[in-house]
């Protein structure tokens, strides 16, 4: 899930050994090796960036995605089946440059 909405859904090793959406890569990218020697101790706010995510039209991740398409900003992606899951990204719907849905 990002900002709310489903990004992509699948089988748990399928999703997560090779995420589809590119918000789903960016978490799996995030992952920090744990360490108990230090510890979060910075309080969390939304920057006005996140706030305005939330409240965009089109795809929530567009701003931050390299692989964004010109419909993204417009329009918010279908879920979309690709290898046996589905994926909210114009990526692999019918207006994108890499449609392998079957």
Known sequence: MQRGHIVEIGP????????FHPY???????ILEPNSETAWDEEITLS?????????QGCKFANRCDSRLPICEETEPP?????????KCWLYGV????DTAS
């Open 95 to 98: 207006q994108g440059k890499h």
């Open 48 to 56: 006005t960036i996140e706030t305005k995510e939330f409240a965009r």
């Open 12 to 19: 748990v090793k399928k999703v997560l050994a090779e995420p």
């Open 24 to 30: 789903t890569r960016l978490l799996r990218e995030s």
């Open 79 to 87: 879920l979309s089946f690709v290898d046996g899951r589905e994926v």
